[in-house]
């Protein structure tokens, strides 16, 4: 028997009031870098030489597949749970603060969904359009306006 979704745009809307950023365990941290864009290459080619999956998500990964806003001020990067924390900030540029942090990385506190269906856009994994929307629209700094032009770009219901 073949099922079909008749109003995904509700089901979306229904998912995304229910989601929260809550269900992350959030690791604020601050790199020292000259740019943004030396920060994020910092952060990345550490988790790629330590074999972890990642996906950027809220503004960062807004800026890859639908723009909207004129920088990334905290480089917000999903990790898997599991991952070896002291192993990531070790002798790394990555320190661990309660203030000021210009990274986060963010592990899901249950499964492994927020990682599925990422892409590789430009050579840096990206989550899926989905799990952007539920992120953005539940982030304090804008989100919603960007997860709205989010949907109108890349998500057709």
Same mark, same amino acid.
């Given at each position: 028997m073949l099922r079909s979704l008749q109003e995904p745009g509700a089901l979306l809307e229904a998912w995304?009031? !229910?989601? !929260?950023?809550?269900?992350?365990? !959030?690791?604020?941290?601050?790199v020292l870098a000259g740019s943004p864009e030396e920060r994020e290459r910092i952060v990345l080619e550490l988790l790629e030489s330590c074999q972890v999956e990642y996906a950027l998500t809220l503004e960062a990964g807004a800026m890859r597949v639908a723009p909207h806003g004129t920088g990334v001020g905290v480089l917000s990067v999903l990790v898997p749970a599991d991952l070896d924390w002291e192993k990531i900030t070790r002798g790394t540029r990555l320190q661990p603060v309660q203030d000021g942090a210009n990274t986060m990385l963010m592990a899901p506190r249950r499964g492994t969904a927020p990682l599925m269906g990422r892409r590789e856009i430009e050579g840096v994994w990206v989550a899926s359009d989905v799990q952007l929307y539920l992120d953005l629209w539940n982030w304090p700094r804008r989100?919603?306006?960007q997860a709205k032009h989010l949907r109108t770009e890349r998500l057709p219901y």
């Amino acid at each position: 028997m073949l099922r079909s979704l008749q109003e995904p745009g509700a089901l979306l809307e229904a998912w995304a009031e !229910s989601h !929260s950023l809550e269900d992350y365990e !959030s690791h604020p941290l601050h790199v020292l870098a000259g740019s943004p864009e030396e920060r994020e290459r910092i952060v990345l080619e550490l988790l790629e030489s330590c074999q972890v999956e990642y996906a950027l998500t809220l503004e960062a990964g807004a800026m890859r597949v639908a723009p909207h806003g004129t920088g990334v001020g905290v480089l917000s990067v999903l990790v898997p749970a599991d991952l070896d924390w002291e192993k990531i900030t070790r002798g790394t540029r990555l320190q661990p603060v309660q203030d000021g942090a210009n990274t986060m990385l963010m592990a899901p506190r249950r499964g492994t969904a927020p990682l599925m269906g990422r892409r590789e856009i430009e050579g840096v994994w990206v989550a899926s359009d989905v799990q952007l929307y539920l992120d953005l629209w539940n982030w304090p700094r804008r989100g919603r306006e960007q997860a709205k032009h989010l949907r109108t770009e890349r998500l057709p219901y």
